[in-house]
Each structure stands twice: as C-alpha cells, then as structure tokens.
C-alpha cells in the first residue's frame, strides 16, 4: 500500500483520516443523539464532556485532513461516471469538509457562550471564543443541531451512492478508499 495517494486510488494516510474520522463522526452523532434527550444529570454532563473532548479531536484532524488533501493529489473520478454524478460527487466532498468543520466550531461556540471551557482529555484548555450570552448560546444550540442532521444526511447520501456502485453497477469504486 502506497503512503501517497495517485490518481487512481488513495494512499494509507488518506485512507485511514476516511475511517478514522467515520467511526468518529458516526459515534459522536450517535451520541449527540442520545445525550440530547437524557434528563440533566451527572451521567448527562460526563457524556458531554466526552462529545467536546472528541469533538475537539475532529476539529484536529479535519484540519490535517484538509493539509493532506491540500498537498496530495487526490484520485480522478472514473471516465465512466456521468457528469452531473462527478458534480454531486464533488459537492457531497465539499459538504463533508464544511460540516467536519462547522460542527465542532459551533459546539466551542455553545460552551464558550455558556462559559464553560472545553478540555482536550485533560491536557489542555480551549480558549473560549466568544463571550457568555444566553441567547448566542440557544442560537448556536439551533444551529449545531441542524448541522448534524446535514451531516447524517450527506453520509446517508454518501452511502447510498457508494452502495449504489458496489452492488448495482458492480464497478468496484469502493476499492479506491479500501485499505
């Protein structure tokens, strides 16, 4: 296995940021989820201490994922793919990188607003970026929520095309990202 990628398939480093980030990301939806719902309790406040210190860790990776990415070739979209497909392919890619993104800015955000300071796993503090403010805080609340139904929405999406090419059109493109 190649550590570069080439224009015909990913290399290790960038295949391993893809199933790295996805158990992550996956995980810390599901969490989300879950959490959201439970009533205010210790348990309930040591699970979000746990989606902020992740949260964190995605920040982290996203942002050498995207160095990577910026210095790496990345593999060509096969000839027989139809145009619009390339362009949906394209922009689902673009949507990922925005959402991995926004995601945990808008939760540092929340925290921040509430005056409360996200830890790394203990080894560091995060500055708090904004002030505390009550009504920034329901705000980004609202928006960190519907960024994650986007992205649970763009994996479905991703999914669907990935299956689609695996066990419709039997051409093997998961291949390219398959260590």
Same mark, same amino acid.
């Given at each position: 296995?190649?550590?570069?990628? *080439?224009?015909?398939?990913?290399?290790?480093?960038?295949?391993?940021? &893809?199933?790295?980030?996805?158990?992550?990301?996956?995980?810390?939806?599901? /969490?989300?989820?879950?959490?959201?719902?439970?009533?205010?309790?210790?348990?309930?406040?040591?699970?979000?201490? $746990?989606?902020?210190?992740?949260?964190?860790?995605?920040?982290?990776?996203?942002?050498?994922?995207?160095?990577?990415? *910026?210095?790496?070739?990345?593999?060509?979209?096969?000839?027989?793919?139809?145009?619009? #497909?390339?362009?949906?392919?394209?922009?689902? &890619?673009?949507?990922?990188?925005?959402?991995?993104?926004? /995601?945990?800015? !808008?939760?540092?955000?929340?925290?921040?607003?509430?005056?409360?300071?996200?830890?790394?796993?203990?080894?560091?503090? /995060?500055?708090?970026?904004?002030?505390?403010?009550?009504?920034? #805080?329901?705000?980004?609340?609202?928006?960190? !929520?519907?960024?994650?139904?986007?992205?649970? !929405?763009?994996?479905?999406?991703? $999914?669907?095309?990935?299956?689609?090419?695996?066990? $419709?059109?039997?051409?093997? /493109?998961?291949?390219?990202?398959?260590?």
């Amino acid at each position: 296995m190649l550590f570069k990628n *080439t224009i015909d398939k990913y290399g290790l480093v960038a295949i391993l940021f &893809h199933w790295i980030m996805a158990i992550l990301i996956i995980g810390m939806l599901a /969490l989300g989820l879950y959490m959201a719902d439970l009533p205010i309790s210790l348990q309930k406040l040591k699970l979000y201490g $746990i989606h902020k210190e992740f949260g964190v860790l995605i920040l982290m990776l996203v942002a050498l994922r995207i160095i990577w990415r *910026t210095y790496n070739v990345s593999p060509r979209l096969p000839i027989y793919m139809a145009g619009w #497909q390339k362009i949906i392919a394209k922009l689902v &890619h673009y949507a990922f990188y925005f959402l991995m993104l926004a /995601l945990p800015i !808008t939760g540092w955000i929340i925290s921040s607003s509430a005056d409360v300071t996200v830890s790394f796993f203990g080894w560091f503090l /995060l500055p708090n970026l904004v002030g505390p403010d009550k009504d920034r #805080q329901l705000l980004f609340s609202t928006i960190h !929520t519907w960024l994650a139904y986007g992205l649970i !929405t763009i994996i479905a999406l991703h $999914i669907a095309a990935v299956s689609e090419h695996y066990f $419709i059109h039997k051409n093997n /493109l998961v291949k390219k990202i398959w260590p």
